[in-house]
């Protein structure tokens, strides 16, 4: 028997979002964002046509939900705050009502022995903004900052752990070029702009609180999948995955935590005639305002090759011009999600944070494993027996483990979900939580077994194996 003991204090808990969660109710207050605009105009692109106004009813249920997260072992919980529900029209004015549900909800927690960690945007723009351009606009990084800067001034004296963006890519890719996020265009020039942008906007935010008196630290949450090589002895392999890495992970890393962008992506971006529209001290800003706190989300790696497929022309350019996707030979697979399953790649992550990134300290913010149709393994007590997430997560946090042992400074672990929730056009589709949800009686919630049995892990902070 190995134990895996992690360090004293580590973070054990899940991480969750605002609009995949709390719903809607009368008289809530809040407007329209981008998902809840896109389902009311095609319902029939989301699973099942469900959308966004029923989630998993956090904002009726927030007081049971954190009773769960105690008996599900959380001593720490991410969520976001939604920008339509706190600042919900033009005026800029705050919506009372959710600053009376957020206080609530933070207050809970706290209450409770749970850390809360927020996040300032997930995916979801206010529909008013969106109308006028989104994160093309310049006019919605100072919208943002305001809406930010009214963030601290109301919660900051508890919440001590915030983020700019979680997974900021996804928009970029989601929305303006691979069309699984609104407003689902194929423009590489707004997709270079938008991302430009959420790190401009990042940048200003993260100077905000720094400029206050609040004692806490302000980070950003990427989505960060190594890129390996089909051949690690094939120059032309090498540099597709160089090239694939500067796209997806470096983009965003480089500037959040070094304050300069990858010399890779900046010649092609170049060569393309598409630098995006800046004004003198925008990259200035963006090198002196740094995270303090690198959350990493990690699912699955990217395996590339070099470009061997035809180009889209009617899609071009696109970053898939510069590399082509390589299957490996006897991957493991989640066949529900499509996704690889590869564990060490957590590790690879972690140690190259620590080698290249000034081993900043960091935390994993989601890992996780979406099964569809999870209910066929309910026994006859009501509980869903999931031991395939209970080795998933064993798998990865031995990787975690032996990062922290040469010397990685990762100080938590939380797994998407808390409990299973609504994802954008997937809706319910793939269940991801250590608590299910019933969504034909009335979204009630029961523990699943690896609920159980993370209450372990975190009450000895680590595990036998």
């Excluded at 204090?9 to 605002?18: C, I, N, T």
């Excluded at 006019?139 to 979680?166: M, P």
């Excluded at 302000?218 to 390996?228: A, E």
Aim: net charge negative; with cysteine.
């Amino acid at each position: 028997m190995v134990k895996y003991k992690f360090p004293d204090g580590f973070w054990w808990g899940s991480a969750a979002s605002g609009p995949q969660t709390e719903g809607r109710v009368k008289g809530d207050g809040k407007a329209d964002n981008i998902w809840d605009h896109w389902y009311k105009k095609e319902p029939e692109k989301f699973f099942n046509q469900v959308g966004p106004q029923n989630t998993s009813k956090v904002y009726q249920s927030y007081k049971e939900d954190v009773q769960l997260m105690k008996k599900s072992g959380h001593n720490t919980f991410r969520t976001s705050i939604q920008w339509s529900r706190l600042i919900p029209n033009s005026d800029g004015k705050v919506n009372s009502e959710a600053v009376k549900f957020y206080d609530d909800y933070f207050n809970e927690l706290l209450e409770n022995g749970i850390e809360p960690f927020v996040n300032l945007f997930h995916f979801d723009m206010p529909m008013r903004l969106q109308e006028m351009g989104g994160w093309l606009n310049r006019e919605t990084v100072e919208a943002y900052v305001h809406y930010a800067e009214t963030c601290f001034e109301l919660f900051g004296d508890r919440v001590k752990k915030w983020f700019t963006h979680n997974e900021p890519i996804v928009p970029v890719e989601g929305g303006y070029l691979y069309q699984f996020h609104y407003p689902s265009e194929v423009n590489m020039k707004h997709a270079v702009q938008v991302g430009f942008n959420e790190l401009l906007a990042s940048a200003k935010v993260i100077q905000k609180y720094h400029e206050t008196n609040l004692d806490g630290e302000i980070g950003i949450i990427l989505n960060l999948t190594p890129s390996y090589p089909r051949d690690e002895n094939s120059p032309a392999d090498v540099k597709a995955a160089k090239i694939a890495d500067a796209f997806f992970n470096r983009s965003f890393l480089d500037p959040s935590v070094k304050g300069t962008f990858p010399k890779e992506l900046v010649e092609i971006v170049t060569e393309l005639n598409m630098l995006p529209e800046m004004e003198e001290g925008d990259l200035t800003l963006i090198e002196e305002n740094t995270v303090d706190l690198l959350g990493i989300n990690y699912y699955q790696p990217r395996r590339v090759k070099a470009k061997e497929s035809a180009k889209n022309n009617e899609m071009a350019p696109m970053p898939d011009d510069y590399f082509d996707d390589y299957e490996k030979p006897g991957r493991k697979m989640n066949p529900y999600r499509g996704w690889e399953i590869y564990e060490k790649g957590i590790y690879d992550i972690l140690a190259n944070i620590r080698k290249n990134y000034g081993n900043i300290q960091c935390f994993i913010s989601e890992n996780g494993m979406g099964v569809e149709g999870e209910e066929r393994f309910t026994d006859e007590n009501g509980k869903v027996q999931d031991d395939y997430r209970i080795d998933f997560i064993k798998d990865h946090l031995r990787y975690v483990h032996q990062a922290i042992q040469e010397g990685t400074n990762c100080l938590g672990y939380h797994m998407w979900t808390c409990m299973d929730n609504w994802s954008w056009l997937n809706a319910y589709k793939n269940r991801y939580g250590f608590i299910a949800i019933d969504l034909d009686n009335n979204a009630a919630r029961t523990i699943k077994k690896s609920g159980e049995w993370f209450k372990t892990v975190s009450d000895n902070n680590g595990f036998e194996d």
